[in-house]
T-cell receptor, first 114, second 111 residues
Framework: DVKVTQSSRYLVKRTGEKVFLECVQD?????MFWYRQDPGLGLRLIYF???????EKGDIPEGYSVSREKKERFSLILESASTNQTSMYLC?????????????FGPGTRLTVT | DQQVKQNSPSLSVQEGRISILNCDYT??????FLWYKKYPAEGPTFLIS?????DKNEDGRFTVFLNKSAKHLSLHIVPSQPGDSAVYFC??????????FGDGTTLTVKP
């Protein structure tokens, strides 16, 4: 079974702090994704990575950056956290990008920025 | 502009009856559609998918129907069970690989 783990289930940070969200997958998947989930807005793609050190912006990359130094690990960085980044953050991985490849999700990190 | 819409935020059905969840999309470049199920405190898990070259795909109690001309797909669950109570997300993909998700529909199956 594919396992995607996220470093924290709950996180509380202050405005202006630098925040790191870590994601690890154990199935040698090429592709990894970061989403945020907000009520009424569904899942929105922040960034994704199709290979080590490769990244592409998703639909809402502003205020975020990512790092993928190893295949199994994909980090989401909030350079200076703001209250509008309070959200549920979901990491996912997939074997391929073509249509039939589904994504495997981690349990999510509930981030609160105060 | 939301390219994938699930217009019903919630749906409640009786155990044993059919659940029908709907999804509409606007981008004609979408060529694959997937449904995910999400329980509280867990990440979404893949349920069933359909290619744009098909109009139906079935897997046990779950069937997805695609109407390309109407840009509409639906997920049928028959018979519905209390364990099916969850949030269901519709997702659409282009051949570039990015998935666009709907807002989700919360299904409640009453015993």
């Amino acid at each position: 079974d594919v396992k995607v783990t996220q470093s924290s289930r709950y996180l509380v940070k202050r405005t202006g702090e630098k925040v790191f969200l870590e994601c690890v997958q154990d199935m040698d998947h090429e592709n990894m994704f970061w989403y945020r989930q907000d009520p009424g807005l569904g899942l929105r793609l922040i960034y994704f990575s199709y290979d080590v050190k490769m990244k592409e912006k998703g639909d809402i990359p502003e205020g975020y950056s990512v790092s993928r130094e190893k295949k199994e690990r994909f980090s989401l960085i909030l350079e200076s956290a703001s209250t509008n980044q309070t959200s549920m953050y979901l990491c996912a991985s997939s074997l391929g990008l073509a249509g039939h490849y589904e994504q495997y999700f981690g349990p999510g990190t509930r981030l609160t920025v105060t | 502009d939301q390219q994938v819409k699930q217009n019903s935020p919630s749906l409640s059905v009786q155990e044993g009856r059919i659940s029908i969840l709907n999804c509409d999309y606007t981008n004609s470049m979408f060529d694959y559609f997937l449904w995910y199920k999400k329980y509280p405190a867990e990440g979404p898990t893949f349920l069933i998918s359909i290619s744009s070259i098909k109009d139906k795909n079935e897997d046990g109690r779950f069937t997805v129907f695609l109407n390309k001309s109407a840009k509409h797909l639906s997920l049928h669950i028959v018979p519905s069970q209390p364990g099916d109570s969850a949030v269901y997300f519709c997702a659409a993909k282009t051949n570039a690989g990015k998935s666009t998700f709907g807002d989700g529909t919360t299904l409640t199956v009453k015993p």
